[in-house]
């Protein structure tokens, strides 16, 4: 007989957790010091924050891709192949980051160098994430899995606060500003035997429960909604990090690597206020997704315009703060809505659609900060008029008032099916 509640063994979301934490330390930990690498080497800021635009793309472009061979092959291969592609890419951006502070080239061939180097993240290294929310989707209830999404993204929120302390800590002599990079490469190397070792994958009697979604997902009634919020709130968040470094630097006007630890400390605000959204108040008050879309997107709101007209430093970093709240409540709002919007067989496409908006809108990031540079709040200012539209969307749209109420009457008996196979061992 099928258990009515089934769970996810804890040490297989402790390995998931940990693999989120993994990503998330590389990614900050480069996102903090990459202002400092632009600067030390002469590549221009908007050119800087262009090096993630081409890894974005191919991000949005695979997932999908990635998805659906992880409905043939399993989920724990691809997340292995992502953790082998985000090791790789940040081992060859280290090299060039090297070549470029030892000036062995012109900026421009460190500039596409470097696109290319990170590029390969958004290639290969977007497999483990549509593969890990699938993986959690199909062990965990409607009842849990709001509370599961939100801890899973509270991983990110927790190598958010780890990655900018730690890439300081890796600046040695002769590789400098690429030691993180050098040290984030290893660690993604680790997880990936940790992976191998620890995580349960389901038996291939299982894995042919599941029916492929196809492309129409995209274009789901259900998901657009979804989508479209995601997105945009992705977008906000993604302009605020971004100008985030630039903005300490000039408001503090000391050099780009004076300013590394202050621009840890704000990162660390956020995260950690992210980190209270998504494992306490989440949790205390019992949030559904349709209180934490709109939520979210009220206090990112009020996070940016605090930013936009912040007079010093801690006033930029109390702004960060806030919005990182509201982010910390959107983002599992809009993923764990997303997800209870479609049936079982359909999560791994639903992960992937959810993954491709999440890293398409990092191609837009040098448009903000050009807007930066031009107008120093004007990216926070647009932030808001975004957020605020966002606000009155989550309201209005019906598929978003009913977030989380969809039922899927299939759900449990697959989900009970799995949960076996979880418990079977490596």
């Known amino acids: 007989m099928a258990q009515s509640v089934p769970k996810l063994a804890p040490r297989s979301f402790g390995i998931l957790f940990a693999v989120s934490i993994v990503v998330a330390i590389g990614n900050t930990g480069l996102m903090s010091i990459l202002p400092a690498i632009g600067r030390e080497i002469g590549i221009p800021d908007a050119f800087m924050a262009a090096i993630f635009s081409l890894s974005a793309l191919l991000w949005a472009v695979m997932s999908p891709f990635w998805a659906r061979e992880s409905d043939k092959r399993g989920r724990r291969p691809l997340i292995m192949l992502g953790l082998a592609g985000f090791s790789i890419s940040m081992l060859c951006c280290a090299l060039v980051v090297t070549a470029g502070l030892h000036h062995l080239a012109p900026w421009p061939v460190i500039f596409v160098v470097f696109l290319l180097a990170r590029a390969l993240f958004g290639l290969i290294g977007s497999a483990s994430n549509p593969a890990t929310q699938a993986y959690v989707a199909e062990r965990t209830s409607r009842a849990d899995r709001t509370q599961m999404m939100a801890s899973l993204a509270g991983a990110f929120g927790l190598g958010t606060v780890v990655g900018p302390f730690l890439a300081p800590m890796f600046i040695l002599p002769v590789v400098t500003l690429a030691g993180p990079l050098f040290s984030f490469s290893l660690l993604a190397l680790g997880m990936m035997i940790v992976v191998w070792r620890g995580l349960p994958e389901e038996s291939v009697r299982t894995r042919q429960t599941r029916r492929l979604a196809g492309a129409s997902l995209w274009r789901d009634k259900r998901l657009a909604p979804f ?200």
């Open 227 to 426: 989508l479209i919020y995601g997105f945009l709130v992705a977008t906000c968040q993604t302009a605020q990090g971004y100008t985030l470094g630039f903005m300490i630097i000039d408001k503090l006007q000391v050099s780009p690597v004076e300013a590394l630890g202050f621009i840890a400390v704000s990162m660390a605000a956020g995260a950690m206020a992210g980190l209270l959204a998504q494992w306490g108040l989440i949790r205390i008050f019992s949030m559904g997704p349709k209180a934490l879309l709109r939520w979210g997107v009220v206090l990112a709101c009020i996070g940016n315009l605090i930013t936009a007209f912040a007079p010093d430093y801690w006033t930029v970093v109390a702004g960060y703060a806030i919005a990182c709240l509201g982010y910390g409540f959107a983002r599992p709002g809009f993923t764990a809505g997303a997800s209870l919007s479609v049936s079982m067989h359909e999560q791994a496409q639903a992960a992937a659609a959810i993954a491709a908006v999440n890293g398409l809108n990092v191609i837009i990031a040098p448009l903000f900060v050009t807007l930066y540079e031009a107008f120093h709040p004007g990216p926070f200012l647009l932030n808001s008029v975004i957020l605020a539209g966002l606000v009155v969307f989550a309201l209005k749209n019906g598929v978003l008032r009913g977030a989380g109420e969809q039922a899927d009457p299939d759900e449990e008996g697959t989900l009970a099916l799995l949960e076996r196979s979880d418990e079977g061992g490596v």
